[in-house]
């Protein structure tokens, strides 16, 4: 008997395959107990883009922020009281930008920029009241937000900076009891990065580098400074 004609092979149509499903990312948050050397689970985000970014903790809570939507500009802000191990979102927007989360009391802060529609601002969460509030205002970058007591500090780019080279930044910052904004460094140089702990103030300045204090991604000198 005759074989039955083979088809062509440019006109065949290529074999049908199953779509795989999304790689799942199980991402676990670790306690660990420096006395007595426990370690245990006490969180899972189940989700394909990982979390606990920026994550910082203070007394019995945990903030972080993510991405578990996988949207592009989709970061939020979570706090997750560990004793009662429950989660909430304390973001009131998403956000492309959000950075590292600081807390410190009964206060959370961090940035957001509202998916990318504005320029990243301050946030600060009350875990008391439960009432989320932007503290910073203007058409420029706000960016690595500190907390100790009601003083926010946070590196700000008013002075002709941005948030990609961080020229020309400045540390400013905002008292929450008196709801004031004040300058703690504006010297001609950069000033990236502040940091606050027990009513002293420390950052990243380049005013000693000779040919680039203006431009941080590029300088080679930089020193540590207190106010």
């Not at 690595?144 to 900076?161: A, F």
Request: some cysteine; aromatic content about 12%.
């Amino acid at each position: 008997p005759r074989a039955p004609p083979r088809a062509h092979p440019h006109t065949d149509p290529p074999p049908t395959q199953p779509t795989p499903p999304p790689r799942r990312t199980y991402n676990y948050l670790l306690l660990f107990d420096i006395l007595t050397g426990y370690q245990d689970v006490v969180w899972t985000v189940s989700h394909t883009i990982s979390a606990f970014n920026g994550l910082d903790t203070y007394g019995e809570f945990a903030a972080w922020w993510d991405n578990r939507s996988g949207e592009t500009g989709d970061g939020r802000v979570f706090l997750l009281d560990v004793t009662a191990a429950n989660e909430k979102e304390i973001s009131t927007q998403a956000s492309f930008v959000v950075g590292p989360v600081r807390m410190q009391g009964h206060r959370v802060v961090f940035i957001s920029d509202d998916g990318g529609n504005d320029w990243p601002h301050v946030f600060v969460h009350d875990i008391e009241t439960g009432i989320t509030d932007k503290i910073t205002t203007g058409n420029w970058a706000h960016m690595y937000p500190s907390i100790w007591g009601d003083i926010v500090v946070w590196t700000d780019t008013r002075n002709g900076g941005d948030y990609v080279d961080y020229c020309c930044s400045d540390i400013y910052m905002y008292d929450i009891s008196t709801h004031t904004e004040s300058v703690v460094c504006d010297d001609p140089a950069s000033q990236v990065g502040s940091e606050i702990s027990e009513g002293r103030i420390f950052w990243t300045d380049f005013r000693n580098d000779p040919e680039n204090a203006n431009v941080p991604t590029r300088a080679t000198i930089s020193d540590v400074y207190l106010f």
